[in-house]
């Protein structure tokens, strides 16, 4: 990845949420600066109109560019010559949907946190109206940035793993293992479904872990069977949820999405078998990646091992050694994004490799699977279709 633009950056971009008091707003900051592809320009920080505005200014922005609410943000922003390009859109699930509609309504390219939206429907819409309107947009896994991932996603796609058997894969981690959500803003809203939507930890953490099994497999999720609990006291939606996945091309799999897992302490990983080889891929090791080629001793590819593909050498930033990992992620898919949005707006083709980010599509299939998952666990684990229809 190269820093080809310097203090020169050629994208303006804006913020909806990603607060003082927020959790993600400041990965999506770093992420953008990294490169500097993007400037922020400016900003509907908060639900609190006040605190938002004292945000803006302790980030330099000018103070007729931090906003109020979004819509006063979308109407001021597209009345000017020097209107952002970009929206980052990070607050809590229940308002993606419609930020995000107005955002692209008013022909300006989001990038999105997941879940992208609480229903397939909205999540189509989305894709509909973008389409439409021509812009581009990216739903924020932010985990398939990682280099090793990359790596995994090559080797499939090089059939270096052979025919896919078996895709396992986890995000469980103990941070919600006592009822946090009577004194955390960020954990309160995601254990109410007015906010949240139907699920805690499926839409939290679990599409997380099914968009890496879909980004290194290539392959949808066809149907799942899913069984889901809630463990901690006082608390409506599930904190933990096993859910058994058949693939589009005949792999089977598992997923289990967890926040009492104690011990675990961000459990993310995935495994993957094939005919030929497995990988194995922790994200608290994220510089390492276990293959056990059939009939051999497993070894560790590292950053520097050379066998790694062009997509994940790409993502190189310091001399291997040194660690590398969670900004890192989160800056490659906001690169590649807009590596991809510069190719547009100056009517080039892209590289290929900046194609990898994840995409609206991406984000409206975890959705899906989240509300086949919701159906399933209702109906005592029955199989129900959690792939998007083809002909989208
Ligand atoms: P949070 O509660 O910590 O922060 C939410 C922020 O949004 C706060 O600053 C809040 O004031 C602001 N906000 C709320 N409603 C708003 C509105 N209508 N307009 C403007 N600002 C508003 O939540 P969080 O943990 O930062 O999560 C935000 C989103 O990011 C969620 O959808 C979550 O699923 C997602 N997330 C993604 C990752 C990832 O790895 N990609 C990690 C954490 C969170």
Known sequence: MSNRFHNNPPLRYGMVGGGVTSQIGDSHRAAMRRDSYFQLVAG?????????????????????RTYADYLQMAKAETSREDMIQVVGV??????????????IESGVNVILEKPITTNTDDALELMRLAKEKDVLCASMYGYSGYPMVRQARAMVEAGELGEIRVVQTEFAHGNCAT?????????????????????????????????LATFITKQQVQEVAADRQCFVKGRILEDNAHVLLRFEKGAAGYLWASGVAIGHRHGLAIRVFGSKAGIEWHQERPNQLFLSPLGQTQRILELDSPELHPPAKRLLRVGAGHPEGYFEAFSNIYSDFAEVLLAKLSGETPDQLSLDFPTLEDGAHGVKFIEACVESADNNGCWVNSKLDDSI
């Open 90 to 103: 990070m607050t809590p699930n229940s308002t993606h949907y419609k930020i995000a509609k107005t955002f």
């Open 44 to 64: 509907a920080f908060d639900i609190d109109k006040e605190r938002g505005q004292q945000y803006g200014k302790s980030l330099g922005l000018d103070p007729d």
């Open 179 to 211: 009822a946090v959500e009577q004194h955390s803003e960020g954990a309160a809203w995601r254990n109410d479904p007015k906010t949240s939507g139907d699920t805690f930890v499926l839409g939290d953490v679990g599409a997380h872990a099914l968009h």
